[in-house]
């Protein structure tokens, strides 16, 4: 049968894992899917989450998927019964939302009636909505503008007051402008990758899920094993400078994890942010998209 498999340079492992052929040796029917060329209708930010990547593992899209931490939530708040893969280590060094050194934006208090410019949908929503939680503010606070493609450049126009940025995405906005730093990821979110499934694949698929896992694995060792390497995986598809992509990976982690305690119950605040703030319509528990022996395999593949 077909395997059919998401993916996107936003989730590094997948990208890299479908250009080195490593899963091909052992599952030949592999069908790769690029997200970018799957239709991604997009929300109302101040209102809504995007829900494409969840809605595409269970309309033929495909069978696995590789994400950030935000979209699984969205999936199950839509009623979509998925199960989690494994998860990164914690990506902290990623990103953090940024604005000019001369604005009046010093901490996140002062983000009230202010355009922010992020990628809607992503880790990045979660980030946000942790921050203005901290400082007592909600979602219709602040004015979300979803504008992953350019956000850049608007930030750089001052479009926006400030931009939740990533990297390799941030590096050149750094050489542009001076910025300061609002609100850093590290101490607030762990900003993970992370791999998904429905639960009918989980079940009814599971020695090719196997070897999907392990092939993730290889793929991570490789790209922290060779960077520069990886870097031009990515390089080549985007045209930014190969130094940019390098530095980006040398900074996350590498190595698949199971899904403990403390991810769980960062998950489970996220989508409770999600439901306070009107952005999903229904309560979930993330617990219930937890496969015990699924989990259990992933830890055996652990260093730790």
Do not use: C
């Not at 059919?4 to 052929?21: A, D």
């Not at 939302?97 to 949908?121: Q, T």
């Not at 940025?165 to 300061?180: C, D, I, K």
């Not at 429905?198 to 960077?227: C, G, K, M």
């Amino acid at each position: 049968m077909t395997i059919r498999i998401g993916y996107f340079p936003q989730n590094n492992t997948l990208w890299v894992l479908r250009h080195l052929g490593i899963l091909e040796k052992s599952l030949p029917d592999v069908e790769w899917v690029d997200l970018r060329t799957l239709t991604n209708a997009r929300v109302d930010p101040t209102s809504a989450l995007p829900s494409a990547h969840g809605d595409h593992l269970f309309d033929g899209g495909y069978d696995v998927i590789g994400t950030g931490s935000t979209p699984p939530v969205t999936a199950q708040a839509k009623g979509h019964d998925i199960v989690y893969l494994a998860v990164s280590g914690p990506r902290v060094e990623n990103g953090r939302l940024v604005v000019h050194a001369d604005s009046g934006i010093h901490e996140p208090a002062d983000l009230k009636g202010k355009r922010v410019a992020l990628g809607h949908g992503s880790w990045q929503t979660t980030l946000l909505l942790l921050a203005l939680e901290k400082a007592g503010l909600s979602w219709s606070d602040i004015t979300p503008v979803d504008a992953y493609q350019d956000a850049a450049d608007r930030f750089l126009a001052r479009d926006v007051d400030a931009w939740v940025g990533s990297y390799p995405f941030l590096t050149a906005v750094e050489q542009q402008a001076e910025l300061r730093e609002v609100i850093p990821t590290d101490g607030l979110f762990s900003h993970r990758s992370l791999w998904f499934t429905s639960r009918a694949f989980a079940t009814n698929h599971r020695e090719e899920l196997t070897v999907i896992i392990n092939a993730l694995q290889a793929a991570d060792s490789w790209i922290r094993d060779n960077p520069a390497d990886a870097a031009a995986l990515f390089a080549a598809d985007d045209g930014r400078p190969l130094s940019d992509w390098e530095h980006a990976l040398r900074t996350r982690p590498w190595g698949l994890l199971p899904l403990d305690a403390d991810f769980l119950a960062e998950q489970q605040h996220a989508a409770d942010l999600f439901y306070a703030n009107g952005l999903v319509d229904r309560k979930i528990r993330v617990a219930d998209a937890v496969l015990p022996e699924l989990n259990d395999y992933v830890r055996t593949l652990s260093p730790n």
